[in-house]
């Protein structure tokens, strides 16, 4: 037997024993696992899981985490032969329309543990039967209303993208899933857990998701028109900004996505003009953070958000509003994210020259009446001294006898 050929048969018993041999180790540092997941939407998931009998297990754990939030961790109970746990999502809530992956460890008897492969579902509503149509890089899902009202939202989006990538220079990379619901009440239900309930609109950027309610009616092409590129344009800020977005002032992330509303709500210049003659309009820098839960100071902010970035768009161009996001997303403070070229304003600065310039405010009355109460306070204080020691000084008078 030549020498080659003896070193043949080697190498073919070597890979033989690796190919017996590979398996049983996979299988010991991966148990097998037969997982079933069921959920009624908008109370609780139930995670169900069997492993071979050979296996003394002394305690199972499920993890499971919804796109990039906290992972959950609970212990399961064994049930006849099957281990179980059912999770309440109104005690702990479970992003909507997303994947969730999920996966076990097991406590083995003499205390070793060992994890399970990782799997998934899709969280969804399943209250409807949803019907999609695609384009990319959109896919709507809508369960109320024809194929033609399916592909308005489609062309609003697509519109809506485009703008917001003008601006910003920058585009969606990935499928992004728009659903429609029919009634507001059933928008409200799925977000019960996400925002104020009057809001009838949500985009969950990293997730590339979008919910939103458009009832049928007179007004449902309009709302159609200024919903959907609303909600488009927080993800084109997302994909601009990557993980600087939650660095983003609210008035900046707001502001810009109405400014892209195809039919933008005609109220928003009385509300602010309203303020102003009120002296009650939100300093910008309150609006960094997010918007007043109530309706009425939410809506204020929403307008003066608005109002703002138009005015920035038209006078410092696109320019302007991509340094601005720029500076913010790579952590500039709320106070001098715009002072930057070409604005080279602080925030405040900024926020003058636009109210003197295009609310006709006359900073200075304005400063004057919101401390008048004050200068009052002070002038009673200053004078009472005075007439103290003017009562200390008062001649007195003497009679003859």
Not at 158 to 179: F, H, K, N, T, W
Not at 364 to 387: D, H, K, N, Y
């Amino acid at each position: 037997m030549t020498r080659p050929r003896r070193a043949l048969i080697w190498l073919g018993w070597v890979l033989l024993l690796g190919l017996l041999v590979s398996p049983a180790h996979a299988q010991e540092g991966t148990p097998e696992a037969q997982p079933e997941v069921t959920y009624m939407f908008g109370e609780h998931i139930t995670f169900r899981v069997r492993f071979p009998s050979a296996l003394s297990i002394q305690q199972v754990e499920v993890f499971f985490q919804a796109n990039s939030d906290p992972t959950v961790v609970a212990p399961m109970t064994l049930d006849g032969g099957e281990w179980g746990y059912q999770h309440d999502v109104r005690a702990q809530y479970v992003r909507v329309f997303g994947k969730v992956a999920y996966w076990f460890r097991l406590t083995l008897e003499g205390g070793e543990t060992v994890e399970t492969a990782r799997f998934s579902f899709f969280y969804e509503d399943n209250r409807f039967a949803w019907q999609t149509l695609e384009g990319v890089p959109f896919r709507v899902h809508w369960y109320s209303g024809d194929t033609a009202f399916a592909q308005a939202v489609l062309d609003a989006a697509r519109l809506g993208a485009q703008q917001a990538g003008l601006i910003l220079d920058s585009e969606l990379s990935e499928l992004v899933e728009i659903y429609v619901y029919g009634q507001l009440v059933d928008y409200q239900f799925a977000r019960s857990a996400m925002g104020p309930l009057w809001a009838g609109g949500h985009a969950d950027p990293d997730a590339g998701v979008i919910v939103v309610s458009l009832p049928p009616g007179e007004n449902q092409m309009l709302e159609v028109e200024r919903k959907i590129p609303h909600e488009v344009a927080h993800l084109i800020l997302y994909a601009a900004t990557g993980a600087g977005f939650s660095n983003l002032p609210t008035w900046l992330n707001e502001g810009f996505a109405s400014t892209l509303e195809q039919n933008p709500n005609p109220d928003y210049e009385t509300l602010v003009d309203s303020a102003v003659q009120k002296g009650t309009l939100l300093p910008l820098e309150t609006l960094c953070q997010p918007f007043p839960r109530d309706a009425a100071g939410a809506v204020l902010a929403y307008a003066e958000s608005t109002l703002f970035i138009r005015y920035v768009q038209t006078r410092f161009g696109q320019e302007g509003i991509r340094a601005m996001v720029n500076a913010y997303a790579n952590g500039a403070g709320c106070a001098q994210g715009t002072n930057v070229p070409p604005i080279n304003l602080s925030l405040s600065q900024l926020e003058r020259e636009w109210r003197e310039d295009n609310l006709a405010e006359n900073v200075i009355l304005t400063a004057l009446r919101e401390v008048a109460p004050w200068l009052v306070l002070l002038g009673v204080v200053s004078i009472g001294p005075i007439f103290v020691v003017v009562g200390f000084q008062r001649p007195k008078v003497v009679t003859n006898p």
